[in-house]
DNA sequence: TAGACTACCAAGCAAGCGCTTGGTATAGCA
DNA sequence: TGCTATACCAAGCGCTTGCTTGGTAGTCTA
């Protein structure tokens, strides 16, 4: 189903000039943040001068603000396209978690780990223009979530649960890694199992 | 027990001029990032001059670094002194869910803040001697979950389970509110039984 | 051919930054 | 009294940054 051994380029992010830009931008900014990636850096990376950059984008920020949307917009066509060949509720859910887990770890890590750590960076007005898209993912969730109280095959809230959901995926970037001891499945499995009102057979770790 | 209804200023950063500065640091850093804030600002924040600040820090990055060093220093020591009021293996686990969930909603909200946000703002020498400090808190941890192992009140291994509750507790800065529908001590129970081998009693939220 | 569009170059501007330097003031102690 | 330590002030240095400006070059179309 998905293919986990090839980091692949986020679409939107292809070779054209502009693609160039947003996955050189997108590397720096995951490297060194936000603020400490220069426009000179960005423009070098994709092979150009830092003056030309501003032909293509108006910011540097306006820069931060395409790598987010690009990558949600991956994202969620990923999940929805997931989604739509799992056949009930719980398999649903597993989909969602290894989805979110797959970009977290895996082919747009990079992308996504920019849009949990350069949140701040963005002002109000583009953090506005950004939530507005993640609404659709985010509803994905919920959806099934909801689901699944109503068959009591989750003990927890939708709301909480999904946050803490949220938060058990965004912070394995900071340890998983796919050759550890834990692999992506059981990991997938584990968290599963942590939501589910009854374990799951052979979840253990 | 714990008291959640006063932002408590964190020991170290009291009323001596190297207090105040710190104060005002991990306020500033917390809402602005360390790299949108200025020695300027944080001086008068203290209300001082911003060249008397290199009087007490030799650069803006050892005032992270000791923004950083106060607030695992006050959590660690009441995390030992909770654990040691905490009559059982399962009372323990709870008090250290507990006891993080406090440090990052509750008094130490913002410079634990400071910790998570600003982690990559910081030299990998600083970095070092921040983890150093760093590993008594999560030995506690891992001490109590392979205790919970070992009495099979936890399905999940100790190493794997305490990067989720880590990525469970850390999200909620940024969605828990005291004041919403779900209570602190609900939360805490709610992450509980997600972790333990069997439901808690009135556990659903 | 001329104009519009896309994409780039090179030089440099104005603002701002962390930090240094040379100083003043106060308190405590021998 | 003189010295040391603590804490602060004010001015400014040298450097960096995002972005602007004036240009060149290539492609496409009427």
Known sequence: ?????????????DDSPRGKLLSAAARLFRQRGFERTTVREIAA??????GSLFHHFASKEDILKAVMIEVIRYNTARMEATLAAAPDTRARLRALIACELESIVGDTREAMLVLVRCWESLSKERQAEVLALRRAYEELWLAVLREAAARSLVRVDPFVLRRLLAGMVSWSNTWFDPRGPTSFDQLVDTILGMCLREPVTGEST
Do not use: D, F, P
């Not at 990376?45 to 830092?50: P, V, W, Y």
């Open 1 to 13: 189903m998905v293919n986990r051994r090839r980091r692949l380029t986020v679409k939107g992010m």
């Open 45 to 50: 990376a994709a092979g150009i001068q830092s």
